[in-house]
């Protein structure tokens, strides 16, 4: 029993241990960096070229560990787990930090937030009863996502972009594309999940 234990224990290490699932980690970890680079003795154009630039390093990993679990195969329930995760704390605390610096509004940062709660206990609902196929990551959420990072980096630049456009403009309207994307996969993971709880709630 005790060598079975002994095994039981070394696999799980190891489930926390491989490299996908320690570039997850690291995308949690360096969430207050990001938010440390504002208290910077830099000028405002260096903190705002910096935080964008850790940023994308940052959102990159969200791509890189996926290949790498499926290159290795090295996927897991648990990695399947933190790496959602991890993306809502890296765009939640990013909007917040926009936020702070008046470059999203408190409406904006409400449906974006706002929506990652909702729908991350609808999905622990529907996982409770047994239809979590039904709120599966859909190619709207995907979207979604990419619209909401690109946004991030084009308002946490907040610079002209070799003399071409401002990128506080073209985040402001990605961000609000990205409001409307948020939107709308709201409404489409419910209306899939709806039948369900309904069948549940009698």
């Given at each position: 029993m005790r060598a079975a234990d002994g095994r039981g224990s070394r696999h799980n290490?190891?489930?926390?241990?491989?490299?996908?699932?320690?570039?997850?980690?690291?995308?949690?970890?360096?969430?207050?960096?990001?938010?440390?680079?504002?208290?910077?003795?830099?000028?405002?154009?260096?903190?705002?070229?910096?935080?964008?630039?850790?940023?994308?390093?940052?959102?990159?990993?969200?791509?890189l560990d996926g290949w790498l679990a499926r290159r290795l195969n090295q996927t897991s329930a648990f990695g399947a787990f933190l790496d959602p995760v991890a993306d809502k704390f890296l765009v939640c605390a990013s909007i917040l930090i926009l936020l702070d610096l008046d470059r999203v509004s408190a409406l904006v940062a409400f449906i974006i937030i706002g929506r990652e709660i909702a729908i991350s206990a609808l999905r622990e609902w529907m996982a409770k009863i047994g239809a979590s196929g039904n709120v599966a990551v859909h190619m709207l959420g995907k979207l979604k996502t990419a619209t909401q990072m690109g946004a991030i980096v084009f308002l946490l630049l907040d610079a002209d972009v070799f003399g071409l456009f401002h990128s506080l403009e073209v985040g402001t309207w990605l961000i609000y594309i990205a409001c409307a994307l948020t939107i709308w996969s709201m409404i489409y993971y419910l209306q899939k999940s709806l039948p369900d709880i309904r069948a549940k709630s009698r």
């Open positions: 290490a190891a489930m926390f241990l491989t490299l996908p699932t320690m570039l997850t980690w690291a995308r949690i970890v360096a969430i207050p960096l990001i938010v440390a680079v504002f208290y910077l003795p830099w000028s405002q154009a260096q903190i705002n070229l910096t935080a964008a630039v850790l940023f994308v390093v940052v959102a990159a990993t969200d791509w």
